[in-house]
């Protein structure tokens, strides 16, 4: 099974900054894409960051100027830097990957658990 594992999130106030960090592990031949998305208490959980593609990436128009996503490949980890947080931003964010496993034809989506973002003073 592949399972991923968040942290870094937390409580800060506006302006400030934090480092998401998420790390697959399991039986994974290939990753073609990873990212970061959030859902907000009574919304749909949204895209925030992905890579995908040769490490082209995607951000939500919300936070482009903001947050930074990068990957290492070679450990299949997924960070996710926001600076200048805003309340807005306030909602649990989920890590993601598409992997392919050992032995599959198919690539599957795999997500962590979510860890907690708030921005208030």
């Known amino acids: 099974q592949v399972q991923l594992v968040e942290s870094g999130g937390g409580l800060v106030q506006p302006g400030g900054s934090l480092r998401l960090s998420c790390a697959a592990s399991?039986?994974?031949?290939?990753?073609?894409?990873m990212g970061w998305y959030r859902q907000a208490p009574g919304k749909l959980r949204d895209l925030v960051a992905a890579l995908a593609g040769g490490d082209i990436a995607t951000y939500t128009d919300s936070v482009k100027g903001r947050f930074t996503i990068s990957r290492d490949s070679g450990k299949n980890t997924v960070d996710l830097q926001m600076d200048s947080l805003k309340p807005e931003d306030t909602a649990v964010y989920f890590c993601?990957?598409?992997?392919?496993?050992?032995?599959?034809?198919?690539?599957?989506?795999?997500w962590g658990q979510g860890t907690q973002v708030t921005v208030s003073q």
């Open positions: 993601h990957i598409r992997a392919l496993r050992p032995g599959s034809a198919r690539y599957s989506d795999y």
């Open positions: 399991g039986s994974i031949f290939s990753v073609n894409a």
